[in-house]
């Protein structure tokens, strides 16, 4: 029986594709695909996270982090977030501030400092698209009554437009959307790349290793999702709760009979028999 691939949005996939050394070339192409850096910075690229894949990974579920520096020094930070996280854009200003400062020493000069950019990959709507129809955004330190880009400016990221869209990193994002073996092989016809990336996807998909990790990795995900629900509905109950012996208090001060106020609150003829007593 066939089994299902291992789906490139997945951490684990992810990881042991672009987090490994060997496949740098594939790693070079999709950054190509979405910054308009000068196809000579990725000649040199170094992971500088390289041990992205451990056996079960402590973080949270759905956030997969890879660091590499070009040629210029300059840091590329890239995750996928496969689930919806609070706060994710001051995640990331806290993040990338910390890249910054940590490039440099006590004595060091500010000139040392190289730019961070960080590229987000979400499964979810990160910005409304009553805000915006793009699905590729680029955001910087901006003035926009001056026109004047507070930062270096060196990347000029193609913004998509609908009625000419950027093709290839359409093609790059379709590949991390594909679930199945027929959407991957579609999209494997849209570079060499890419086909290679499909070839490797497949087969992660046959080793048990992986496979192994990609489960362990649902199950958190799933399990942190349970742990979420169940913390919600606790509070939820809880506020209910309140509010019921709330009303009943009140209830009681006016005198209502306690079938009366049973009825009205949901709570037990005990726990309204309490509250009375403590009056």
């Known amino acids: 029986m066939q089994k299902t691939i ?58 997969v982090d890879l660091r590499v520096k070009i040629r210029s020094g300059e840091i590329i930070h890239v995750e996928i977030q496969r689930e919806s996280f609070p706060a994710m854009r001051n995640r990331l200003i806290f993040y990338d501030s910390g890249m910054i400062v940590g490039q440099i020493g006590e004595g060091e000069n500010y ?20 805000q915006s129809l793009r699905y590729h955004h680029r955001f910087t330190l901006y003035d926009p009554q001056a026109a004047v880009e507070f930062t270096n400016g060196r990347d000029k990221s193609r913004p998509y437009i609908p009625e000419t869209p950027d093709v ?29 990336a499909t070839a490797r996807v497949l087969k992660l998909s046959k080793d048990e290793r992986a496979r192994m990790i990609h489960e362990y990795e649902v199950k958190a995900q799933r399990d942190e999702r349970a742990r979420t629900k169940y913390a919600v509905d606790s509070a939820v109950k809880e506020a209910e709760k309140a509010n019921s012996l709330s009303i009943a208090r009140n209830m009681l001060k006016r005198g209502r009979p306690v079938a009366e106020i049973a009825e009205d609150t949901g709570l037990s003829f005990a726990e309204i028999e309490k509250l009375r007593m403590n009056f």
């Open 6 to 63: 291992l789906p490139p949005k997945s951490n684990t996939v992810f990881q042991l594709l672009f987090g490994d050394p060997r496949n740098i070339e594939l790693l070079a192409d999709f950054l190509q695909s979405v910054l308009d850096i000068p196809k000579d910075e990725y000649r040199d690229i170094v992971i500088v996270n390289p041990c992205l894949t451990r056996e079960y990974p402590d973080e949270k579920p759905g956030i």
């Open 168 to 196: 290839y990193l359409w093609h790059w994002l379709r590949f991390f959307r594909a679930e199945t073996r027929e959407e991957l092989d579609m999209v494997a016809t849209a570079s060499p790349a890419i086909e290679k």
């Open 111 to 130: 000139e040392a400092l190289k730019r961070v950019i960080t590229i987000l990959i979400t499964n979810y709507e990160l910005i409304p698209k009553k």
